[in-house]
C-alpha cells in the first residue's frame, strides 16, 4: 500500500506558512535527520533545567538519587518523542492529526483539546518566566522600574515569540539555531562562573529517601521534560523526505531534547543541594533565583540566556497548540490559531507575573494534572504507531467514512480510565488541586509513603499502551489491507 496523495495546503498570506492540517506535499519535503536537533535543542535548553534540581531534591532524595533519576527520566521521555517523530516522518502530518489513526477522526477531538490545553498551558508558564527572569535581573543591576520592567519585558517575548509561531516553520528552525548556539556558549559561562557555589560536602550530606520518593521524583521529570513534548513531537519530523531512516529520526530527536536537560538538571542538583537558601528562592522565581549567583556584568548576557532559551520552548508550544487546535475542530488558518493562543498566552502571563503569589506549586500541580491524560493519550499512540507497518492513508486522516473511522471508542475508553484512575492515584502540592489522590486509601491515602509517587502517570501511560496492543491489533491490521482511495469530498477536518 502506498500513501495516498497529500491534501492541499490552504492559502496563506505571502511569507506565512500555509501548511495546517494537510500533509507535506512531496515538493515541500525538505531537510535530514539531523536538522531535527536544533529545535529540540533550543527548546530544552532552557536555564529552568538548572532549576528543576530544586524542584526533584524537593522530593527528599539524595543527590545521587536524584541524579539517576533526572538522567533516566529525561532519556526515557524523550525517547517517547523520538518514536512520536517517527510516525511525522512517516504521514508528513501533524501529530494532532496522526493520532486520528488511533482514536478516530472525530474521537480524537479528546485527545486535542488535552494537548491544546497542556500546550497554552506550557507556552504560558514559559513567557512567565521569561518576564519574572527579566524582573529580577533589572532589579539585581539596580534599575528597578517596577511593574514597568514587566511590562516592556512581555512585549518583547509575546512579539518574539508569537510573531515566529504565526509565521511558521521555516522561520521557526532558523530561529530555533541561533537560539542553540547563543544559549548553549552563555549556558556553559553562567556554569563557569558559579561552579564555586557547589559545595560537595552538602552534596553528599543530602540524606537518602524511600523508594516512594524516588519513584515520585522520576515521574515528575518524565512529566516535566519529555512527557510535556509527546503530543508535538510529529510536527517538527513531518517535513522530512520519506526516505529519511527511522533510526536517525529517533536518535536526533531522542538525543536533541535530551542532552541539554541531563546536563542542567545535573548541575543544578550540585547548586541546590549546596544552599538550601537558594533552593528555597527557586520555588518563588526559578530563573531569578539564579541570577543572584552571578557577578553584574554577566547580569545582562544571563538575561539574554534565560529569555531566549525560554523563547526556544514557547515558540515550538505555540505552533503545535495551534496545530493541536485545529485537530480539535476549530476551523479557521493555521496562523489565525497561533495568534488565538498567543492572545491567550499574554492573558495568562498577565496573571502569572502580575497577582500570582507563588509558580512552582501550582506549576507542579498543573503537570502532573495533564500529565495523566497526555500519558494515557502517549501510551494509545505509541502503542499504534508501533503496531503499523504502512504508510498512513492520509485523505482518510480527514474524511470519518474512511478506514480510521468516526470514533475509536476503545482509544477513547483508554484515556478516559486512565485518566478517572490515574487522578485518583496522584497528589499535588497546591490546594487547588486538593479533589486527586481519592484511590490512594488503601496504600496510606494522602499522606502516606505513596502520596506523591504520583503513580497515576506510570498507570496512565502503562494502560494505554497495554491496552492499545491488546484491543487493536486486528483493527490496525485490517486498516492496513485496505486499498488506498480518494478523499470522498470535501469533510470537517
Known amino acids: ?86 510516525a511525522g516522518r512517516r504521514g508528513s502530518a501533524p501529530t494532532m492529526l496522526l493520532s486520528r489513526a488511533a482514536f478516530g477522526v472525530h474521537g480524537n477531538r479528546l485527545a486535542a483539546v488535552i494537548s491544546w490545553v497542556l500546550l497554552v498551558g506550557w507556552e504560558t508558564a514559559l513567557t512567565s518566566l521569561a518576564v519574572l527572569a527579566t524582573s529580577t535581573v533589572f532589579t539585581e543591576l539596580g534599575l528597578d522600574l517596577g511593574p514597568i520592567t514587566k511590562v516592556v ?10 510573531g515566529a509561531g504565526v509565521v ?48 515520585g521524583a522520576l515521574i515528575f521529570v518524565m512529566t516535566a521534560f519529555g512527557l510535556g513534548w509527546v503530543n508535538a513531537a510529529a510536527d ?41 537558601k537558594l533552593s528555597e528562592a527557586i520555588g518563588a522565581d526559578p530563573i531569578g533565583a539564579l541570577a543572584s549567583l552571578l ?6 548576557p544571563f538575561a539574554v540566556v534565560s529569555i531566549l532559551g525560554l523563547i526556544g520552548g514557547s515558540v515550538l508550544n505555540i505552533y503545535s497548540s495551534g496545530l493541536a487546535l485545529l485537530s480539535a475542530g476549530v476551523r479557521v488558518p493555521r496562523y489565525v490559531a497561533a495568534g488565538i493562543d498567543g492572545v491567550i498566552m499574554i492573558l495568562g502571563t498577565v496573571y502569572v507575573a502580575f497577582f500570582a503569589n507563588d509558580f512552582v506549586g501550582p506549576f507542579q500541580g498543573f503537570l502532573i494534572t495533564l500529565g495523566v491524560p497526555i500519558s494515557a493519550w502517549c501510551g494509545v499512540f505509541i502503542a499504534d504507531v508501533v503496531l503499523r507497518r504502512r504508510p498512513y492513508a492520509e485523505a482518510d486522516l480527514l474524511d470519518p467514512r474512511g ?13 478516559v480510565v486512565g485518566t478517572v484512575v490515574g487522578w485518583g492515584l496522584v497528589t499535588s502540592f497546591t490546594p487547588a488541586f486538593a479533589w486527586q489522590g481519592y484511590l490512594l486509601g488503601p496504600i496510606g491515602g494522602r499522606e502516606g509513603d505513596w502520596a506523591f509517587a504520583n503513580l497515576g502517570v506510570l498507570f496512565a501511560l502503562l494502560l494505554g499502551f497495554v491496552g492499545t496492543l491488546l484491543l487493536t491489533r486486528g483493527s490496525v491490521r485490517r486498516q492496513e489491507s485496505l486499498p488506498v482511495t480518494a478523499l470522498r469530498g470535501r469533510v470537517d477536518a
Open 295 to 300: 557577578p553584574t556584568w554577566f547580569l545582562v
Open 403 to 415: 478506514r480510521y473511522g468516526a470514533v475509536r471508542w476503545s482509544a477513547v475508553a483508554l484515556v
Open 1 to 86: 500500500m502506498t500513501a495516498t496523495q497529500p491534501t492541499a495546503a490552504p492559502p496563506a498570506p505571502s511569507g506565512v506558512e500555509a501548511n495546517g492540517l494537510n500533509t507535506i506535499a512531496e515538493s515541500e519535503r525538505k531537510g535530514r535527520a539531523r536538522d531535527l536537533f536544533w529545535p529540540w535543542f533550543a527548546a530544552n535548553v532552557s536555564v529552568l533545567g538548572i532549576s528543576y534540581g530544586s524542584f526533584i531534591l524537593g522530593f527528599g532524595v539524595s543527590f545521587l538519587q536524584a541524579t539517576l533519576v533526572g538522567v533516566i527520566g529525561v532519556v526515557i521521555s524523550f525517547a517517547l518523542c523520538g518514536v512520536v517523530a517517527l
Open 168 to 215: 511558521g516553520f521555516d522561520v521557526i528552525m532558523r530561529m530555533q539555531k541561533w537560539i542553540t548556539v547563543v544559549t548553549g556558549v552563555l549556558t556553559v559561562l553562567y556554569i563557569a562562573l558559579t561552579l564555586n557555589r557547589v559545595d560537595l560536602e552538602a552534596v553528599a550530606a543530602v540524606p537518602a529517601a524511600a523508594p516512594t520518593a524516588v519513584i
Open 236 to 276: 517538527y519530523s513531518r517535513y522530512l523526505p520519506r526516505s529519511t531512516r527511522g533510526a536517525s529520526v529517533f536518535g536526533w530527536t531522542t538525543f536533541g531534547g535530551a542532552v541539554a536537560p541531563v546536563l542542567l538538571v545535573v548541575y543544578g542538583l550540585l547548586l541546590a543541594a549546596s544552599s538550601p
Open 153 to 162: 519585558a512581555l512585549v518583547v517575548v509575546a512579539l518574539l515569540t508569537v
